[in-house]
């Protein structure tokens, strides 16, 4: 908190604790919501980031807890498992925070899914786009980050605003989804850069 004071002096207007799960025991330290319900009387609003297979069990715990006003968690055409607790969260008055869009390059171009490459095809987009209008067309989304790394990627990822996400292109990528644990596994054998 005090590094962010520092960075970001009287523009601190969210701060989130990342990585909170249910094994993480964080939802349940005292201290930290203590101080965190201190942070949130001064004026500034609390969130979290979740991430693994359970993320949908934290954003529970989370609402459950009250002093939360939003959450930022993984959902995409591969991973959707968290939506039901993400609508929970959205009507509880939390804002939604949509990270790994595209599954951490998953769902672009070098995915090579041909389901998505398909509907890409027919909306007149690149994968990614697809990909980010699915996530738009959640209804309980507030916010979307891209993790877009270039210009290139930036444009592409811009593009889902301007796409007509329809019933056909969500029975056609509806298939896609893994099992949560799956998922998570393959996202750890990812390489980062």
Known sequence: LDETR?????????????????????LDDQAVLAALAELSDSGVRIGLSTSGPAQAEAVERAIELGGFDAVQA???????????????????????????????????????IPELDRVAGRLGASPDAVALAAVLAQPW???????????EQLASNLAAWELAWDDEAAEALGGLAEEPE?????RSSLQWN
């Open 182 to 186: 799956a998922y998570w596994q393959e």
């Open 74 to 112: 993984t959902w995409n055409l591969l991973e959707p498992s968290s939506g039901p607790a993400l609508a929970h969260a959205h009507e509880a008055g939390m804002g939604v925070i949509v990270k790994e869009a595209v599954a951490n390059g998953r769902l672009t171009s070098r995915g090579e």
């Open 141 to 151: 989304v507030d916010l979307v980050l891209s993790g877009a790394a270039t210009r």
């Open 6 to 26: 520092v960075e970001l002096g009287p523009h601190l207007a969210l701060y989130q604790i990342h990585s909170a799960t249910i094994d993480s025991g964080v």
